[in-house]
Every structure is written in C-alpha cells, then in structure tokens.
C-alpha cells in the first residue's frame, strides 16, 4: 500500500532566493561576535523620497485602508500608462495594467496563466533565480538561454534562434540584468524581435522584465523590446518600485500586457491570491511616478551607484584570479573568480567530494561559504541564479548597495581570502558536510 506524502510532488520543485537564505548564516557569524559586510541583497541604501512617505500618511490620514480594485487603483493605472508613453512610446491604455504585491507574482503568474505542462520556457541564465525554479514548479520544461561573459552577459540572437521550439510558450527578457547588469542595445533587442517574429507562434509570449529600467550608466537609454515595431502585441512588460524608489518594503510592482484580455485574466489572479494590493501606498506609488523631484532623485542614486561601480570593479580586477567586466545597469558586479578557484584548490576540494555533496554546492558557493565563514563578508554564488548548466561556471555576485567605504572593506576582505590556502582548507575539512 502506497503511504500518502505530506506535501504535493510540485512543492519541492520551488526554490528560493539565495540572498534571503544566507540569512541564517550570516546570523551565527555575527552572532559569534563577528562584523558581517553584507554584498548579498539587492536593496538600494537609500530611503523612500520624502514627499512619497508624506503622501502615504496623508492617504492612511484620508482613512484609504480598504478593499480596491483588485486591477488597481485607477490613478495609479494612468500614472503607469503615461509612463509607458513618455519611456517607451506606447499608447497604453490604464485596462492593459495591472498592479501586483511587487514585481515578483507577475513572474509566477505568467508561468500559470500561459503555460501547460509540455511547454518550455526560455529565460536567461544566470538570472532572477525564481526564472527555472519557478517555471518547474508549474510543471513546464525550464530552458536557459545561457548568457556569455565575452558577449557582455546581453542575449545572443542566434542562441535565442536555436533555444526556439514548438513548444515555446514564454521567453523571459531581463535587461538591466540581474544578476550581471547587462544592457541590451536597440540592435540587440531588434534582432531578437526578429527572431522570435519569424520563429515564433503569436501566442508565444515575451515576459520583459524591467525592473531595473532607470538604473542604467554611461548616458545609456533604458530600451524596451516591446517599443520595437510588431512587438507590443507579444509582450509583457514588467517593473515596479523597489529599485527605483528604494522601496522594497512597499511591495508595489505592475504589468502592462498586450491585451485587456489578458489583463483581466492577472486580475483575477489577483482576486484569488490577494483580493487587493494596499491603496495607500498605491498612491504613494502614483505621486513617485508623477513628482516633479523624481527624477533628480533618481538621477542622484544612478549617480551614486556609477561612482561606487567604477572604483569597487578597478579593486576586484586587482585581485589575483578575478576579472571583472563593467556592467551597464542595476547595481550589481559579477566578477568571475575562476583563477581564485583554481588557485586556492577550490575545484580540487569542490571534485574530491562525495556525490550528494558535489550535487548540493559548487566551487563558487563553497568559496561563497568559505568567504562567509572565514573573512566575514556576504556573497552570492554563480549557482543561486539558474543551476541548469552552469557547471564550470565560477563567478560571484557583489552588491554595491552600501557606501563606498563597505564596499572597498568587503572586496579587501575578499582578496584576503582569495589567497587563504590553509584557511580553505581547514574550512573544507571542518565544515564540508554542515555548510556546503
């Protein structure tokens, strides 16, 4: 007789992210008395624009705490409409918006509301980590479209060409990228919009996730795939303001789609998952998009984050065994540290392990680990953004989310490390089966 399971079969095929799992163990180190730098979240370290906090008090003040539209609001619809109009040049109307609890449920939503279990979903890797986990999870076929360090982490157009099947229903566009900060040009993106209108079904849908759209360098112009002509009707495209506003608390993202069909479908995911998304900080949301001072401020954080990018990827490129590339957007560097591994035995240690362990880690989470543990510094690994193929790939993700001066004690705390054999090897021989 067949014993029943606690849980569905599906519910181990979702993931997580990385940068919040870490959590714990940066707790045990600091709470050993040790000062953790902390590169790992992708929060910016600035506060919420004043004259946003002010207008979600005046709205808890109006008493604006109830049930809404669960689209959302109106004038939020509208504000994002005419933002969409002034970046990208299309005449949306507010009918094809709809408003989510942050940019991520619009991620999973389009996975459920496109997909059925023989489809495939292309996206990009290394990316967002809830890309392949996610798409598992509902059951359809993860494809990584595998993003080149040489190529500047963009997407290749005859890589996406060969990737295209039958059964591709969804393709995942992420551009400023996390977790590289990869820019996509017009060129780029128009070759990739004729690829998929020559190869691909009208019903096959381009989920652009753009979340990091403002924060571009170098008098770069942020591009959408969906500004492209015959290209509108095909995508989604996806933003919000948690990077944009320093607002991640506030969990305000949004989708525009190319139907108000289809957005009346997400609203009733909405209902059923949701019922609404809080109308005080949906205005306080409109009035970010609407404010004459956004852009300054905006203007000032890109600013910021371009000044601490140019000095902390000149320090990571002096350390032995780490080449750094200069990422275009976000506020990410991805510096490939395959001469530390090989170096400082990492890939050895990482091949000298038993099987199930050597399936748990890699030779970048287990410097990850080593970095954590030993020098006190958060990282990410290559593996915490897609795992299909990734083997040999040994890079980490920093965050340049903190003052310049964390930032420049993190990367020297990372060179340190980088040439810290018997560290290393004392950490694997002591900790390789509790924390790899």
């Not at 714990?24 to 910016?44: C, D, F, M, T």
């Not at 995942?172 to 190869?199: C, M, W, Y």
Request: aromatic share 10%; glycine share 8%.
């Amino acid at each position: 007789m067949q014993v029943m399971t606690l849980f569905a079969d599906r519910i181990s095929e979702l993931g997580t992210e990385n940068a919040f799992k870490i959590g714990p163990h940066i707790a045990a180190v600091e709470s050993a008395g040790n000062k953790v730098i902390r590169l790992n979240l992708g929060e910016p370290d600035f506060n919420l624009p004043e004259f946003v906090k002010y207008e979600i008090k005046r709205q808890l003040d109006l008493n604006n705490t109830h049930y809404c539209d669960p689209k959302g609001l109106l004038s939020l619809r509208l504000a994002i409409a005419k933002q969409m109009r002034q970046m990208r040049g299309l005449d949306v109307s507010p009918e094809r918006v709809v408003v989510f609890p942050g940019g991520k449920p619009s991620i999973g939503f389009c996975q459920e509301a496109y997909c059925n279990r023989s489809d495939e979903v292309i996206y990009p890797s290394p990316g967002f980590p809830i890309y392949e986990s996610f798409t598992r999870y509902v059951g359809a076929s993860p494809v990584p479209m595998h993003l080149k360090e040489e190529e500047g982490f963009t997407v290749s157009a005859d890589r996406l060409a060969e990737l295209i099947t039958k059964r591709t229903k969804l393709i995942i566009l992420n551009f400023p990228s996390n977790p590289t900060g990869g820019v996509a040009s017009r060129e780029q993106l128009e070759a990739l919009a004729d690829v998929i209108k020559r190869k691909c079904s009208p019903a096959v849908r381009i989920y652009s996730d753009e979340i990091y759209e403002y924060i571009v360098f170098d008098g770069r112009k942020h591009v959408s795939i969906a500004s492209l002509a015959g290209m509108e009707e095909r995508t989604i495209v996806s933003s919000g303001f948690s990077k944009t506003f320093a607002w991640t608390g506030g969990r305000i993202g949004y989708a525009v789609f190319p139907s108000e069909q289809e957005a009346n479908v997400f609203k009733n995911l909405n209902i059923n998952y949701f019922s609404c998304i809080p109308p005080f900080n949906q205005e306080g949301a409109r009035l970010a998009l609407e404010h004459p001072d956004s852009p300054k401020v905006i203007e000032e954080m890109v600013k910021t984050f371009q000044t601490r990018r140019d000095v902390i990827v000149r320090k990571l490129n002096q350390i032995d065994g780490v080449t750094c590339r200069i990422p275009g957007g976000a506020f990410y560097l991805f510096p490939n540290i395959s001469g530390v591994c090989q170096k400082l035995g990492v890939i050895d240690a990482y091949d000298s392990l038993v099987a199930d362990l050597r399936q748990r880690t890699s030779p970048s989470a287990m410097f990850q680990m080593f970095a954590l543990y030993n020098h006190h510094v958060a990282v990410m690994d290559r593996n915490s953004f897609g795992k299909i193929g990734a083997d040999g790939e040994h890079y980490l993700r920093l965050s340049i989310a903190s003052d310049l001066p964390v930032l420049e004690e993190g990367v020297r705390r990372l060179e340190v490390a980088s040439r810290d054999h018997d560290g290393f090897e004392n950490f694997v021989r002591e900790h390789a089966r509790d924390l790899l």
